[in-house]
């Protein structure tokens, strides 16, 4: 079973080292590594350039974000699963991706996810928050449950048959994604319980209270869109679950 791997980045000099190398030290062997630069003007192309022996695809160009940068990356891709991996973020062992074929292999699942951990932006060892998943039902999306987005892995075939990423939702793009596959279209998926990426604290939606209205906005308007039943609730139970990850 062939994996893609889709990084995409923009001017990220800083960490996205880490996030190749802990890609490269996985121990699955049938890992198709995919890297997309939006045209950094920082370090970050000349640093790619130094795997780019071991990457299946490179590519610098300008793009219109984030989730366009993905859909060029999923385009690319010629893996039966397809898994994203943030530019700041890292799998959080050498055994994550032979784990996650072991589960798609063993359910026949159309999706997998797992556990996910925050952790300091200079000092990944401090854990900030902790993101527990579990297994759900289709409804449970209706009640603000969804999986860690940098953890779920989806066959290829779903974005050939259910789209890639709408634009027109923001940084909410992954969230209606999820709902679109997951509650709309019922695919079947399975609970990896086991720590997958740590994940440094930040994010395009929590820069500013500005962008956090913006990020509630585009977050109704997916659920509106994919028909949950009672979406302000669903709205609420989604934020009211992330009070727990601190504790």
């Known amino acids: 079973m062939k994996i893609s791997i889709i990084t995409v980045v923009y001017n990220g000099e800083q960490h996205v080292r880490d996030c190749i190398e802990s890609v490269l030290s996985q121990t699955y062997s049938n890992i198709e590594y995919i890297l997309i630069d939006g045209d950094s003007t920082d370090g970050t192309y ?116 259910l789209g890639g990423y709408q634009l027109n939702y923001g940084s909410a793009a992954d969230y209606e994604l999820m709902l679109r596959f997951l509650y709309k279209n019922r695919i079947t998926s399975a609970h990896l319980p086991m720590l997958m990426v740590n994940m440094r604290n930040g994010g395009m939606s929590n820069q500013s209270l500005k962008h956090r209205y913006a990020a509630m906005k585009n977050d109704y308007a997916a659920l509106k869109h994919n028909q949950i039943p009672l979406p302000l609730l669903a709205l609420l139970l989604k934020k009211l679950r992330k009070i727990r990850q601190f504790f």
């Open 46 to 161: 000349r640093i790619a350039q130094e795997y780019k022996n071991r990457l299946a695809v490179l590519l610098s160009e300008p793009d219109k974000g984030m989730y366009d940068a993905l859909n060029k990356g999923i385009s690319l891709a010629t893996g039966e699963v397809i898994g994203i991996l943030n530019a700041d973020d890292m799998l959080a062992d050498k055994q994550v991706v032979s784990e996650i074929a072991k589960k798609l292999q063993s359910t026949n699942a159309d999706a997998v996810y797992g556990d996910l951990n925050y952790v300091a932006p200079e000092n990944i060892a401090r854990i900030l928050r902790k993101w527990r998943s579990s297994k759900a039902k289709p409804v449970d999306l209706a009640l603000g449950w969804m999986p860690a987005h940098p953890t779920l892995y989806l066959k290829a075939e779903l974005f050939k048959r």
